[in-house]
């Protein structure tokens, strides 16, 4: 109730206009951002301001819900409100309470963001390239969903996109936003990374895409580059990339 019916916050009673109960759902960093993010406030709550904001509710923990029900509310508000975002199972929310199993506090947005991998930020220093079509490589880090790198060519196995870090970096997922181009999500991917360019790790992690938004999590690990491997088929269709995060710390 106190995010409102439209996600947007319910307003203060007798408040000034745009104060509201608790924060917005739409566009929200924590709903939006690595799952851990919303799986721990649902699990453990959260007090203290946000983004220099105060509401006047605190987020009151939910940990006696079973796994199952909080991956679905999850679910729904990632994806509604004007929001787009892969779904949670209950599988994350299982691990996510396990690792945190002993706390007892609720958390503050710093502590958490502390914590939890977020985006890594200033992507125009990343260095890219790409086994196709390398001159629009920075057409995916751009911040515009309109643009997109793209391979020009229909997808087969063996295609890739690289990213340089300014420095070795610890990361531990990526986020492939394919947005309006239907069906040009990877068919199949795999990620290596190496911290010289010259030796690189086996796959930390092989999958399937299925979803233009292809989210890949994975043990933090120490990089300086890190390949993404097209590793499918899709006949007629590009690998294409309007939006690509990487998850770090």
């Known amino acids: 109730a106190c995010h409102g019916k439209n996600g947007k916050g319910m307003p203060i009673p007798g408040g000034k206009k745009g104060d509201s109960l608790a924060a917005s759902f739409l ?19 959260l007090t203290g301001p946000v983004d220099g904001k105060t509401y ?11 796994d199952e029900w909080v991956s679905s509310v999850l679910s729904y508000v990632r994806n509604s409100f004007g929001n787009r975002a892969s779904f949670i199972t209950k599988e994350q929310v299982a ?3 396990k690792a945190t ?10 502590a958490l ?6 985006y890594l930020p200033d992507r125009k220093k990343w260095k890219l390239s790409a086994s196709h079509n390398a001159g629009k490589v920075s057409s995916a880090v751009d911040g515009n969903l309109g643009t997109r790198f793209d391979t020009a060519t229909a997808m087969v196995p063996g295609m890739w996109f690289q990213i340089e870090l300014p ?11 394919s947005a309006g181009s239907v069906l040009d999500y990877p068919s199949g991917y795999e990620v290596a990374v190496s911290v010289d360019g010259k030796s690189w790790s086996p796959p930390l992690v092989k999958g399937k895409g299925t979803h233009p938004l292809t989210e890949i999590y994975f043990s933090g690990v120490k990089a300086k580059l890190i390949k993404i491997v097209q590793t499918g088929r899709r006949p007629g269709k590009y690998w294409s ?7 770090g710390k």
């Open 101 to 110: 199993a002993t706390r007892k506090e609720p958390w503050t947005i710093e």
């Open 241 to 247: 990339i309007h939006d690509l995060q990487i998850y």
């Open 27 to 45: 566009k929200n960093r924590t709903i939006l951002g690595h799952p851990s993010m919303s799986i721990n406030v649902v699990l453990h709550g």
């Open 113 to 118: 963001r502390a914590t939890v991998p977020q």
């Open 95 to 97: 691990a996510t309470r």
């Open 167 to 177: 420095e070795t970096t610890e990361i531990s997922g990526l986020r492939l936003d």
């Open 56 to 66: 006047p509710n605190q987020m009151i923990p939910m940990k006696s819900y079973d």
